[in-house]
């Protein structure tokens, strides 16, 4: 796999984003803690380190990065600095990717035949954090095409075929610095927090 990623700082900066690669394995978490509670930004922190080290330490299916979530909510629940967050979690190995997600954090497959939306069944609230969260799967399936994992500071302002069509077009460097430029104002500042993932297959 190659990834390039970036994090850019459009108000609060409480976006996070880590990966983690064990072998063939590759973790991707991101993160956007939520705004106008205190803790938002540890709330990422935390969900994002706590998931790429369990991600380089096993593979979890779909339905026990599910469980996993939900006991990260808790766990953010019960810990005073942490507030709330969204989380979008995704395991690559092997030509396959899957994981799961809350919040309007997301992901998605970009390809030649349109996006594929991974994380389209999520429940936008209650975030991780908040004891009441509902993840959702990504189910395994095939690694086709590119894949996006971004916060809302990128999907909310850009449409989807925006964010396929750049997301395609050259390297995955080049790629991702072309959507946090269609996700800016005319100023060139940005609207929200972006963070944003690409990943391919390589070889």
């Not at 390039?4 to 983690?20: F, M, P, T, Y």
């Not at 063939?24 to 106008?36: E, H, L, P, S």
């Not at 990717?97 to 954090?105: I, K, P, R, T, Y």
């Not at 390297?171 to 609207?191: C, F, H, R, T, W």
């Amino acid at each position: 796999m190659r990834f390039w990623s970036r994090r850019v700082a459009g108000s609060a900066n409480e976006d996070r984003l880590e990966l983690s690669c064990r072998g063939d394995r590759w973790t991707v978490a991101i993160a956007d803690g939520a705004g106008g509670l205190s803790g938002g930004a540890a709330a990422a922190r935390s969900a994002t380190s706590a998931m790429v080290a369990l991600g380089a330490e096993m593979e979890l299916d779909a339905d026990g990065w599910c469980e996993r979530l939900s006991q990260l909510d808790r766990e953010l629940e019960a810990e005073p600095r942490c507030g709330e967050t969204t989380l979008v979690v995704v395991q690559v190995s092997r030509g396959e990717l899957w994981g799961a997600s809350v919040g309007d954090s997301g992901a998605l497959l970009v390809t030649p035949d349109g996006p594929i939306e991974l994380t389209a069944a999520q429940s936008r609230k209650p975030l991780a954090g908040s004891g009441a969260c509902r993840p959702a799967i990504i189910p395994r399936q095939p690694l086709s095409g590119r894949l996006l994992v971004a916060t809302d500071g990128l999907l909310k302002y850009t449409s989807l075929a925006t964010t396929n069509a750049l997301a395609r077009t050259g390297d995955v460097k080049s790629a991702v610095e072309a959507l946090i430029q269609a996700a800016a104002l005319p100023s060139g500042n940005l609207q929200d927090d972006v963070a944003v993932v690409l990943g391919e297959r390589v070889g």
